[in-house]
C-alpha cells in the first residue's frame, strides 16, 4: 500500500517510506499541528485482524508512550483510520546498530560499545522500574544518532506481539539470535529477558558477530537453551576481562545467576570503564535466594494428616494404648513412623511444589480470583486499586505474571494483581476567557483532553477561548474530550514579504508558500543572469501584506540557440529564365545574391546563386524570431519571402 501523500489523523502528512520491518512499514512525515517532522510506523496488515493484539497494542504503546529518556525514542501518539493502525514517534537521525556492526565488518572499540552499552542499559532501567519489559532488545532496534547518542525504539510492542499473535516458533517477532532461553522455549520473560539480549548485544559489538548460529531458528533456538558461548575473549583478545565477564554473566541461562536488574549491571558497566582488567564481576549461585521455613502449624497440620492416614480417630488411639500397653509400644512405632513420613513429605512437598496452569484472572471480580487462586494453592496479592475506563470496579484490570496459555507457574506462587476501581470522574473547569495554554493546562490538571478548533472573531482578542462544548461543573469520566474554539481574531493577518530577487524559482514559490502567500510566475530573459532565477518580484522585500496576498515574480528563461536547415527553391521565388539564341538573357539577369536575416541581424549570405537553382542554409536562432530570406539580381531586383519561426519545436522549412 503506497501512503505517501496521506493525511493520518487529520494532522500526519506522510512524506515518503523510509524503512521495512517485520511488523510495521516506517514514514518519515510532516506534522502540521506542531509543524515538526516525525517518524510513523504503520502496522503490517496481517497484524490488524487481530483484536486482542490490536487492544494490547494500544495498551502497550500508551504505556510506552508514558516513557521519558534521552535514551528512549519518544512516542508521541497513538491511532488508526479505519484498518489502518499507527504509532507516531520521534524522528531519528542516525544509523541502527546493526547497520555499524555489519559496515564496521569486524568487532568494534570497547571503549564506544561499554559507552553504547550503559546508555541502553541506562534506558532498560528506566523502562523496567515502570514494569516495562521491551522484549525485543537487538542492534536493530538501537539508533545511534549522529552525534553518537543512543536511542531504544520499539517499547512495549514485542510484549504486544507475544502475548497475542504468536501461534508457532517461526511466527515470532524479532530475531531468534537474540532471544533469551526463557523466550526462545515460550517461557515467562522479564527484565531479566532483556538483560540476556543486551549481553548478546555486546558479544556481537566486540566480536562482529552472533554467539549462537544456525540454519535454522528452531536451531538457533535450541543453542540458546543448551550450549554455552564461546567466551568473546577468546575471539577478540583485546577485550578487556571484566568486559567479557559481564557479557557471560548477562547471557547466564539460569536468571537466578544473571544481573537481577540493570542498575545491577549499570554498576559493573560503569566500573569496567574505570578498571577494566578488574576481577569484581561476580558469576556463580544466587547469593540472595530467600531460605524457606516451615512454620509451626504445618507441622502440626502435618502430625494430624498422618494420625488420619493412620485410619484411626485419635480417640480411638486413647483407648487402644490404655487397654494394650504391650501393642501401644508397637502401634507408637508406627504412629511414629507415619507422622515423620507425613511431615518428611510435606518438607519435600514445600521443597519442590507442583506446576499448576496459570488462570488468567483478568475481568474476575477480587472474590472470584482470590477463590481460584486458593483452589490452585496459588497466593494472589493485591499490588494496588487504579481507575480504568474499560474495566468495572471491582474486577481485576491485570496481572503479574501475564497469563500466557499452557503457561505453568509453581504451587504457593504469588501472583500479583491490578483492581479496578472503576472509570474515575472528574469536573470540567470553566476555560470561556482563558487564553488557549491556560485552558489547555486547567483541563488537563482536571485529567480531561482539550480538542481545539479556531475561529474568526472581531469581538474576541486572538488566542482567547470562545466557548467550550460542556458547560462548566459538570461531572464527567476522567479523560474525556472538551472541545473548546478559540479566537483568531479579526481574521486578518498581515505577513512580510520574503526576498525573492536571485532565489530559484523553487527556492521562490517554497518561500512564499511558507509566508502564507499566493504565486504567480511569469518570464524574462537576462543573458547576464542565470537561467531559472527570479530577475523581479512585484513587491519589494520586507514589505507587509495581507496573507494570502498573490506576489508575481519575473523567472529568468534564456531561450537555447538551436539551427534550422532552410531550403530556398530560387527558381520558384524568381520564377527562373530560359536563355536560347534567339530570346538570350543578360547575365546579370541570371545571378541573385542572397541574405537571410532573423530578427533583422544577418545570419546567411550566399551571393552569385543561378535562378535556376536551389539552394539549402543552416541558421541559428532562439525560440520563435522572425526570419526573412532576400533574393537581389544583377538589375537591382529583391525578392523577399518572411514567416515567423520556431527554432524550439521546427528544425526545417521551404522558402518557395
Same mark, same amino acid.
Given at each position: 500500500m503506497?501512503?505517501?501523500g496521506?493525511?493520518l489523523?487529520?494532522?500526519?502528512?506522510?512524506?515518503?517510506?523510509?524503512?521495512?520491518g517485520?511488523?510495521?512499514?516506517?514514514?518519515?512525515?510532516k506534522?502540521s499541528v506542531l509543524?515538526r517532522y516525525v517518524a510513523?510506523?504503520v502496522l503490517?496488515d496481517e497484524?490488524t485482524?487481530?483484536?486482542?493484539f490490536?487492544?494490547?497494542f494500544?495498551?502497550?504503546?500508551?504505556?510506552?508512550?508514558?516513557l521519558?529518556?534521552?535514551?528512549?525514542?519518544s512516542?508521541?501518539d497513538v491511532?488508526?483510520?479505519g484498518?489502518l493502525?499507527?504509532?507516531?514517534m520521534?524522528?531519528?537521525?542516525?544509523?541502527t546498530?546493526?547497520?555499524i556492526?555489519?559496515e564496521?565488518?569486524g568487532?568494534?572499540?570497547w571503549?564506544?560499545?561499554?559507552n553504547?552499552?550503559?546508555?541502553i542499559?541506562?534506558a532498560l532501567?528506566?523502562?523496567?522500574?515502570?514494569?516495562i519489559?521491551?522484549?525485543?532488545i537487538?542492534?536493530?532496534?538501537i539508533?545511534?544518532?549522529?552525534?553518537?547518542?543512543?536511542?531504544?525504539t520499539d517499547f512495549?510492542?514485542?510484549?504486544a506481539v507475544?502475548?497475542?499473535t504468536?501461534t508457532?516458533f517461526?511466527t515470532?517477532?524479532g530475531s531468534v539470535h537474540?532471544?533469551?532461553?526463557?523466550?526462545a522455549?515460550g517461557?515467562?520473560?522479564?527484565?531479566k529477558?532483556d538483560l540476556?539480549?543486551?549481553?548478546?548485544?555486546?558479544?556481537?559489538?566486540l566480536?562482529?558477530?552472533?554467539p549462537?548460529?544456525?540454519d535454522?531458528?528452531?536451531?538457533?533456538a535450541?543453542k540458546?537453551?543448551?550450549e554455552?558461548p564461546v567466551?568473546?575473549?577468546e575471539l577478540n583478545p583485546?577485550?578487556?576481562q571484566?568486559?567479557n565477564?559481564?557479557?557471560m554473566?548477562a547471557?547466564q541461562k539460569?536468571?537466578?545467576?544473571?544481573?537481577?536488574?540493570?542498575t545491577?549491571?549499570?554498576?559493573?558497566?560503569?566500573?569496567?570503564?574505570?578498571?577494566?582488567?578488574?576481577n569484581?564481576?561476580q558469576?556463580?549461585e544466587?547469593?540472595?535466594?530467600a531460605?524457606?521455613?516451615?512454620?509451626?502449624?504445618?507441622i502440626?497440620?502435618a502430625?494430624r494428616k498422618a494420625?488420619?492416614?493412620?485410619?484411626?480417630k485419635p480417640?480411638k488411639f486413647?483407648?487402644?494404648?490404655l487397654k494394650?500397653?504391650?501393642l501401644?509400644g508397637?502401634?507408637?512405632?508406627i504412629?511414629?513412623?507415619?507422622l515423620?513420613?507425613?511431615?518428611?513429605?510435606?518438607i519435600?512437598n514445600?521443597a519442590?511444589?507442583d506446576?499448576?496452569?496459570?488462570p488468567?484472572?483478568v475481568?474476575m471480580?477480587?472474590e472470584?480470583a482470590?477463590q481460584?487462586a486458593?483452589?490452585?494453592n496459588l497466593?494472589?496479592?493485591i499490588g494496588?486499586?487504579e481507575?480504568?475506563?474499560?474495566v468495572e470496579a471491582?474486577?481485576?484490570?491485570?496481572?503479574d505474571?501475564?497469563?500466557q496459555?499452557n503457561y505453568?507457574v509453581k504451587?504457593r506462587?504469588?501472583i500479583?494483581?491490578i483492581?479496578s476501581?472503576?472509570?474515575?470522574?472528574?469536573? @470540567? /473547569?470553566?476555560v470561556?476567557g482563558?487564553?488557549?495554554? +491556560? !485552558?489547555?493546562?486547567a %483541563?488537563?490538571? *482536571?485529567?480531561l483532553?482539550?480538542?481545539i478548533?479556531?475561529e474568526?472573531?472581531e469581538?474576541?482578542?486572538?488566542?482567547?477561548?470562545i466557548s467550550?462544548?460542556?458547560?462548566?461543573?459538570t461531572?464527567?469520566?476522567a479523560?474525556?474530550?472538551?472541545?473548546i474554539?478559540?479566537?483568531k481574531?479579526s481574521g486578518?493577518?498581515?505577513?512580510? @514579504? /520574503?526576498s525573492l530577487?536571485?532565489k530559484t524559482e523553487? +527556492? !521562490?514559490r517554497?518561500l %512564499?508558500e511558507? *509566508?502564507n502567500l499566493?504565486?504567480n510566475?511569469?518570464n524574462?530573459e537576462d543573458?547576464?543572469?542565470d537561467n531559472?532565477?527570479v530577475l523581479r518580484q512585484n513587491k519589494?522585500a520586507?514589505?507587509?501584506v495581507?496573507e494570502?496576498t498573490?506576489?508575481?515574480i519575473?523567472v529568468?528563461?534564456?531561450?537555447?540557440?538551436?539551427?534550422?536547415?532552410?531550403?530556398?527553391?530560387?527558381?520558384?521565388i524568381?520564377?527562373?529564365y530560359e536563355?536560347t539564341?534567339?530570346?538570350p538573357v543578360e547575365?546579370s539577369y541570371k545571378k541573385v545574391?542572397i541574405?537571410?536575416?532573423?530578427d533583422g541581424?544577418?545570419?546567411?549570405?550566399q551571393?552569385?546563386?543561378?535562378?535556376?537553382?536551389t539552394i539549402?542554409?543552416?541558421v541559428?536562432?532562439k525560440?520563435?524570431?522572425s526570419?526573412?530570406?532576400?533574393?537581389?539580381?544583377?538589375?537591382?531586383?529583391?525578392?523577399?519571402?518572411?514567416?515567423?519561426?520556431?527554432?524550439n519545436s521546427?528544425?526545417?522549412?521551404?522558402?518557395?
Amino acid at each position: 500500500m503506497n501512503l505517501e501523500g496521506k493525511i493520518l489523523g487529520n494532522r500526519y502528512e506522510i512524506i515518503e517510506k523510509i524503512g521495512n520491518g517485520g511488523m510495521a512499514t516506517v514514514y518519515k512525515s510532516k506534522d502540521s499541528v506542531l509543524n515538526r517532522y516525525v517518524a510513523i510506523k504503520v502496522l503490517r496488515d496481517e497484524f490488524t485482524t487481530d483484536e486482542e493484539f490490536i487492544k494490547r497494542f494500544r495498551i502497550e504503546a500508551q504505556s510506552a508512550a508514558s516513557l521519558t529518556h534521552p535514551n528512549i525514542v519518544s512516542i508521541y501518539d497513538v491511532g488508526n483510520e479505519g484498518s489502518l493502525y499507527y504509532i507516531v514517534m520521534e524522528l531519528i537521525k542516525g544509523k541502527t546498530l546493526k547497520e555499524i556492526i555489519t559496515e564496521e565488518k569486524g568487532p568494534l572499540p570497547w571503549k564506544w560499545s561499554l559507552n553504547i552499552v550503559i546508555q541502553i542499559a541506562s534506558a532498560l532501567e528506566m523502562a523496567h522500574k515502570n514494569n516495562i519489559v521491551h522484549r525485543d532488545i537487538k542492534p536493530h532496534n538501537i539508533i545511534i544518532t549522529e552525534d553518537g547518542v543512543a536511542k531504544v525504539t520499539d517499547f512495549g510492542i514485542a510484549k504486544a506481539v507475544s502475548n497475542s499473535t504468536i501461534t508457532a516458533f517461526g511466527t515470532t517477532i524479532g530475531s531468534v539470535h537474540y532471544f533469551s532461553p526463557e523466550h526462545a522455549r515460550g517461557g515467562y520473560t522479564d527484565a531479566k529477558s532483556d538483560l540476556y539480549s543486551l549481553g548478546v548485544v555486546m558479544y556481537e559489538m566486540l566480536t562482529g558477530r552472533v554467539p549462537f548460529d544456525a540454519d535454522t531458528p528452531v536451531s538457533v533456538a535450541l543453542k540458546h537453551m543448551q550450549e554455552k558461548p564461546v567466551e568473546p575473549k577468546e575471539l577478540n583478545p583485546s577485550i578487556p576481562q571484566s568486559v567479557n565477564d559481564i557479557i557471560m554473566k548477562a547471557m547466564q541461562k539460569d536468571t537466578n545467576l544473571r544481573y537481577q536488574s540493570a542498575t545491577e549491571m549499570l554498576k559493573d558497566l560503569n566500573e569496567a570503564l574505570k578498571s577494566p582488567e578488574a576481577n569484581f564481576v561476580q558469576i556463580g549461585e544466587n547469593m540472595n535466594a530467600a531460605t524457606q521455613r516451615i512454620s509451626t502449624q504445618e507441622i502440626q497440620e502435618a502430625e494430624r494428616k498422618a494420625r488420619e492416614q493412620n485410619g484411626k480417630k485419635p480417640s480411638k488411639f486413647k483407648e487402644l494404648i490404655l487397654k494394650h500397653k504391650v501393642l501401644s509400644g508397637i502401634l507408637g512405632a508406627i504412629l511414629l513412623f507415619f507422622l515423620v513420613f507425613g511431615i518428611s513429605s510435606l518438607i519435600f512437598n514445600i521443597a519442590f511444589p507442583d506446576d499448576v496452569e496459570l488462570p488468567n484472572f483478568v475481568n474476575m471480580t477480587q472474590e472470584e480470583a482470590e477463590q481460584t487462586a486458593e483452589e490452585l494453592n496459588l497466593k494472589l496479592v493485591i499490588g494496588s486499586e487504579e481507575f480504568s475506563p474499560d474495566v468495572e470496579a471491582g474486577r481485576i484490570i491485570s496481572q503479574d505474571p501475564e497469563y500466557q496459555e499452557n503457561y505453568m507457574v509453581k504451587e504457593r506462587s504469588e501472583i500479583t494483581v491490578i483492581v479496578s476501581k472503576g472509570t474515575e470522574k472528574t469536573t @470540567v /473547569p470553566k476555560v470561556e476567557g482563558m487564553t488557549r495554554e +491556560e !485552558a489547555e493546562q486547567a %483541563l488537563e490538571e *482536571a485529567n480531561l483532553t482539550a480538542e481545539i478548533t479556531e475561529e474568526n472573531d472581531e469581538e474576541v482578542e486572538a488566542g482567547i477561548v470562545i466557548s467550550q462544548d460542556i458547560e462548566p461543573d459538570t461531572e464527567v469520566d476522567a479523560g474525556s474530550v472538551v472541545k473548546i474554539v478559540v479566537s483568531k481574531g479579526s481574521g486578518i493577518v498581515m505577513v512580510k @514579504v /520574503p526576498s525573492l530577487v536571485g532565489k530559484t524559482e523553487q +527556492e !521562490a514559490r517554497d518561500l %512564499l508558500e511558507a *509566508a502564507n502567500l499566493e504565486v504567480n510566475v511569469v518570464n524574462d530573459e537576462d543573458d547576464s543572469k542565470d537561467n531559472g532565477v527570479v530577475l523581479r518580484q512585484n513587491k519589494d522585500a520586507g514589505e507587509e501584506v495581507e496573507e494570502g496576498t498573490t506576489i508575481t515574480i519575473t523567472v529568468n528563461k534564456v531561450a537555447e540557440t538551436k539551427t534550422a536547415n532552410f531550403t530556398i527553391n530560387v527558381k520558384s521565388i524568381t520564377g527562373g529564365y530560359e536563355d536560347t539564341e534567339e530570346n538570350p538573357v543578360e547575365e546579370s539577369y541570371k545571378k541573385v545574391d542572397i541574405v537571410i536575416t532573423v530578427d533583422g541581424n544577418e545570419a546567411f549570405t550566399q551571393p552569385g546563386v543561378d535562378k535556376n537553382n536551389t539552394i539549402t542554409a543552416d541558421v541559428s536562432g532562439k525560440g520563435s524570431q522572425s526570419v526573412i530570406v532576400t533574393l537581389t539580381d544583377g538589375n537591382g531586383k529583391k525578392y523577399t519571402r518572411s514567416i515567423t519561426f520556431n527554432f524550439n519545436s521546427t528544425t526545417k522549412y521551404t522558402f518557395e
